[in-house]
């Protein structure tokens, strides 16, 4: 069973830091780009940062100068490290992974369980 586990999220005052992991596990052949989503309460899922397997990164524009994203391909692991929280970063905070599982078959999207992060004011 390929799946993603997410890790780190809790309670933090504004202007503090998390750092949320994921880890992909399974029969995986390779991964695409991996990233990380967020859902506040009433709103849209959003892009908070991705990052391709050559180590390219995109981030929301949110986020800019506050969160890094970073991958370690050996161990199928994405990290977000989330710096000067503010309220308004409240919300879900999903992984996504781009894997396939054998070199015959296509990629497909693979999504965390989802965790929460909550900045008090």
């Known amino acids: 069973q390929v799946q993603l586990v997410e890790s780190g999220g809790g309670l933090v005052q504004a202007g503090g830091s998390l750092r949320l992991s994921c880890a992909a596990s399974?029969?995986?052949?390779?991964?695409?780009?991996m990233g990380w989503y967020r859902q506040a309460p009433g709103k849209q899922r959003e892009l908070v940062a991705r990052i391709t397997s050559d180590g390219s990164t995109n981030n929301g524009d949110s986020v800019t100068g506050r969160f890094t994203i970073s991958r370690d391909n050996t161990k199928n692991t994405v990290l977000l490290q989330m710096n000067s929280l503010k309220p308004e970063d409240t919300a879900v905070y999903y992984c996504?992974?781009?894997?396939?599982?054998?070199?015959?078959?296509?990629?497909?999207?693979?999504w965390g369980q989802g965790t929460q992060v909550t900045v008090s004011s």
């Open positions: 996504n992974a781009r894997v396939r599982t054998s070199i015959v078959t296509v990629y497909y999207d693979l």
């Open positions: 399974g029969s995986i052949f390779s991964i695409d780009a």
